[in-house]
């Protein structure tokens, strides 16, 4: 639990609703502003990733990596990787992050008083705003920056926040601290806390989840999955009495599903649960767009999709892969496994690697319930956006509206990261060369140094090298193998050039 928690009962949730209706304005440019999964926004001007500078995704390249295809499917391990090495530069080394302190009896006299000056204050409770800056926040807050290292610093100053009321301070900081310590227990417990006690159940059901998928051989792993689904049942059950309540969703939206019916309700689609939300968008999806049918090409992505889903831990979804007919260079995941591949992101790739790296992200992404939220944001917009559009006078289909947010919005900083996380981890473990994903973003990001500078879609986009740098040190700090089946031969045979 949280040291110190004010039980300031809050409803967000008609709020959150409501203040959706501002998000309307922006143009219907369905198409211009696809590659979502894949740049993460940064926000200063970070290092390029040693490696990539040096690697050219030429012929000689690939064709080197099949050669160590030939040795690696030998059982050949050692040849195959001295080959790769020809081609593959070593990646920078990283510093990497300090192993977590939970003790203050580790730290220096500097540290201790820090920590003694905040919290003798905060027991004084002190009343005027400078005596609380002073005393209380700029210590813990320079604890924090120069002992990051410390896990009960973040925590405490997140939740001084929240005894001072300062809700978005508060989750600010345990979120950069379950970055920097995904795997700390402590960290993550006070980010659910918190999460619950500002009404975010669905956001604390993801944090629960995050943990219990990305450490399955953790022994709270089994503890925190249970947390995820009690949460999840209660925003659920919140989301149910709101629809009862207010009629928000109910009465406004509905979103052609190619089903039977015709038509279901949004409302009832999030109801309805991950599983079968995935199933009810993908439908619609399906129904408005070209889709390949291809039956080579999907059975080659079903079957290492399945291969990586099975390595993931959510036996309840169904996964299920697509190909659409789309030149952008991008994939999407839905709510319970549906994946969905654009053909401009498997022309940009030339190996099995390449694929199940952005696989793995992908179904991660829905298999740590990502996927669902966004869903239901984006729905949720294009419900305002479609009242709106209909008292305008313009009729903007709404699919076309759902699936224009749910592709062109970015999934926040931390949800890329712990996608990249857990699907690293499942990209080593099921034996593929583990910078698989991150040779993808290289390739995206040369794609979009050639076209700088051009009015394509690509230059408005941020560029991925902070993913690049973080994929680097993560493959580094975890020691998985950068050096496993490549699969060039295999991929081509199925995508030719
Ligand atoms: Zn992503």
């Not at 419900?383 to 009729?395: C, D, K, P, V």
């Not at 970015?410 to 690293?424: C, N, V």
Request: aromatic share 8%; hydrophobic share 40%; net charge neutral.
């Amino acid at each position: 639990m949280s040291i110190f928690h004010k039980a300031i009962a809050k409803n967000k949730l008609v709020l959150l609703f409501l203040s959706l209706t501002i998000v309307i304005s922006s143009n219907a440019a369905v198409h211009s502003k696809t590659l979502d999964s894949f740049f993460t926004k940064s926000s200063s001007s970070l290092v390029v990733a040693q490696a990539f500078n040096q690697t050219n995704f030429n012929a000689n390249y690939y064709n080197t990596l099949a050669e160590a295809d030939r040795f690696y499917k030998k059982g050949n391990l050692s040849q195959s990787r001295q080959i790769q090495q020809r081609v593959k530069i070593d990646f920078s080394t990283v510093q990497p992050t300090p192993p977590a302190i939970n003790n203050l009896s580790q730290l220096d006299n500097k540290a201790k008083r820090y920590w003694n000056t905040a919290t003798q204050a905060i027991k004084d409770d002190p009343q005027t705003e400078e005596e609380i800056t002073n005393r209380i926040f700029t210590p813990l807050e320079n604890l924090v920056k120069e002992y990051p290292a410390f896990v009960p610093g973040h925590v405490l100053l997140a939740d001084t926040h929240d005894l001072y009321s300062e809700e978005k301070k508060a989750l600010s900081v345990i979120e950069k601290a379950a970055q920097l310590y995904p795997d700390s227990k402590e960290i993550i417990d006070t980010q659910i806390d918190l999460l619950l006690l500002y009404g975010k159940t669905l956001e604390a059901s993801i944090t629960a989840r995050e943990f219990a998928q990305t450490y399955p051989n953790s022994p709270h792993s089994a503890a925190y999955k249970k947390e995820a689904n009690l949460h999840f049942e209660q925003y659920q059950k919140n989301l149910k009495s709101k629809i009862a309540v207010s009629g928000i969703l109910g009465g406004i939206g509905q979103v052609a599903t190619g089903n039977e019916g015709g038509a279901l309700q949004i409302g009832q689609m999030l109801l309805a649960g991950e599983k079968s939300a995935g199933q009810s968008f993908a439908q619609s999806i399906k129904a408005q767009s070209n889709m390949v049918s291809n039956s080579t090409q999907l059975k080659y992505i079903n079957d290492i999709g399945q291969k990586l889903a099975q390595l993931m831990g959510r036996d309840e979804f169904e996964y299920e892969f697509y190909i659409v007919e789309d030149s952008t260079p991008n994939a999407f995941a839905l709510p319970g496994g549906k994946i969905f591949f654009h053909t401009g992101m498997l022309q940009l790739m030339d190996s099995e690697a390449e694929l199940a790296g952005v696989l793995a992200h992908e179904i991660a992404h829905s298999v740590l319930s990502h996927s669902y939220k966004r869903l239901g944001e984006s729905a949720l917009t294009a419900t305002a956006t479609n009242l709106i559009s209909s008292i305008a006078g313009r009729e903007v289909g709404i699919i076309a509206r759902i699936g224009d947010g749910l592709l062109s919005r970015k999934f926040s900083r931390g949800k890329e990261k712990q996608s990249d996380i857990l699907g690293l981890r499942v990209l080593d473990a099921a034996g593929y060369s583990a910078d698989g994903l991150y040779n993808v973003m290289a390739k995206l990001k040369k794609l979009q140094g050639e076209s700088r500078g051009a009015t394509t879609l690509l230059s408005s986009h941020p560029a991925p090298e902070e993913r690049m740098r973080y994929l680097e040190e993560l493959i580094q700090t975890k020691g998985y193998n950068r050096y496993g089946y490549e699969g060039v031969e295999a991929y081509r045979a199925v995508f030719p050039r």
